[in-house]
């Protein structure tokens, strides 16, 4: 599988990471081509696992800005009411975006709202890169000393091009609901009872969310 990764180098690789993951939901070609270069000695393992974290960090870097400028369409109806679930993601986004960068789930899902919530740059660049150094790190090391197998096992049910359209579909849809139920839901009264603390913020902080 893929029998050029030892031609493509770690440009190609580094290619292949930012663009695989800067469009939503088709991580595999990357995933696939790292498993590849992990395979034998050909590449310094420390370096695919780094240089591949990067790339992917980076293009998840430019989604999360992306959402976070998206936040100018919305009216101040809107802003006003995603305060609180914004004061929610600033003291767990850490977590949720480190463990959507750690594991193999489509982490825009988490992405988007957290950039649309205005959640801290720098906090989910860090967070972001500690993710994916540790899943690509999981990834390189399987592959070192499994083998493709660890391929074969995750594409073994994907035997049609449709199989994939169909998942890229689904994911989509998902991070369309949670982007509209982001945006639509009344976050005062969803956390007024199990986060209270949510909804205790000064006119200064309100008017910087708007």
């Not at 498993?35 to 870097?61: E, R, Y």
């Not at 109806?77 to 004061?87: G, L, Y």
């Not at 009264?189 to 902080?205: C, I, M």
Request: some cysteine.
């Amino acid at each position: 599988m893929l029998p050029f990764g030892s031609e493509v180098g770690y440009l190609g690789l580094i290619l292949l990471s930012f663009f695989g993951s800067l469009a939503p939901f088709i991580p595999v070609p990357s995933f696939i081509l790292l498993v590849t270069m992990s395979v034998g000695d050909t590449f310094n393992l420390h370096a695919l696992a780094i240089l591949s974290a990067l790339a992917a960090t980076a293009a998840k870097q430019i989604i999360f800005y992306v959402s976070y400028s998206g936040r100018r369409i919305m009216n101040k109806k809107t802003r006003k009411r995603i305060v609180p679930f914004q004061r929610l993601v600033k003291r767990y986004g850490a977590t949720a975006v480190f463990v959507a960068a750690a594991t193999p789930i489509p982490d825009d899902m988490v992405y988007v709202p957290l950039g649309l919530a205005k959640y801290d740059p720098r906090r989910f660049f860090i967070s972001t890169l500690c993710g994916k150094l540790v899943l690509h790190y999981v990834i390189v090391i399987l592959s070192h000393y499994l083998g493709l197998s660890i391929v074969e096992t995750y594409l073994g049910d994907v035997v049609k091009a449709t199989d994939v359209f169909i998942g890229i579909i689904i994911f989509g849809v998902g991070t369309t609901l949670a982007v509209v139920l982001l945006l639509r839901m009344d976050w005062a009264r969803v956390l007024g009872r199990v986060a209270p603390w949510t909804l205790d913020y000064d006119e200064d902080e309100s008017r910087k969310s708007s």
